[in-house]
């Protein structure tokens, strides 16, 4: 993976926990500004439409996407260094992202790290 400036990690940071594709700083703002749950929430209505989840997969889903949320609150919150909350944060995607793996399909789970790749070349594109 190519590293990042760190102006850049806030913006990967909110892409990885929320995984949409939101415009403008509005969209940032708003999801800044929100609940751990009302991400979770969002996440998973999200990821329901994106990878077609069936309703055990939105019940288990929804509660790794609420599970991580809480978990990444307190960071998010600290007054930590953008790059100490970056390092956390990301270990904190791969122990969901290993989890989800659990839960999706292959098909699925190869669409939510395609998505997710497309992301982070679109914030790197933006960034330039």
Same mark, same amino acid.
């Given at each position: 993976?190519?590293?990042?400036?760190?102006?850049?990690?806030?913006?990967?940071?909110?892409?990885?926990?929320?995984?949409?594709?939101?415009?403008?700083?509005?969209?940032?703002?708003?999801?800044?500004?929100?609940?751990?749950?009302?991400?979770?929430?969002?996440?998973?209505?999200?990821?329901?439409?994106?990878?077609?989840?069936?309703?055990?997969?939105?019940?288990?889903?929804?509660?790794?996407?609420?599970?991580?949320?809480?978990?990444?609150?307190? &960071? /998010?919150?600290?007054?930590?260094?953008?790059?100490?909350?970056?390092? *956390?944060?990301?270990?904190? #995607?791969?122990? @969901?992202? %290993?989890?989800?793996?659990? &839960? /999706?399909?292959?098909?699925?789970?190869?669409?939510?790290?395609?998505? *997710?790749?497309?992301?982070? #070349?679109?914030? @790197?594109? %933006?960034?330039?």
């Amino acid at each position: 993976m190519m590293l990042l400036k760190p102006k850049q990690w806030p913006l990967l940071v909110a892409v990885f926990l929320c995984l949409t594709f939101t415009q403008g700083r509005a969209q940032v703002n708003k999801l800044k500004d929100s609940t751990p749950e009302q991400r979770a929430r969002m996440l998973t209505e999200w990821m329901t439409s994106q990878l077609a989840l069936n309703a055990s997969q939105v019940q288990q889903v929804s509660a790794l996407n609420l599970q991580y949320a809480r978990k990444n609150d307190p &960071i /998010l919150q600290s007054t930590e260094s953008k790059l100490a909350k970056f390092k *956390k944060l990301a270990a904190l #995607q791969k122990e @969901k992202s %290993k989890a989800l793996s659990q &839960i /999706l399909d292959a098909g699925q789970y190869q669409k939510y790290q395609e998505i *997710k790749g497309q992301l982070i #070349q679109n914030i @790197k594109e %933006k960034r330039k």
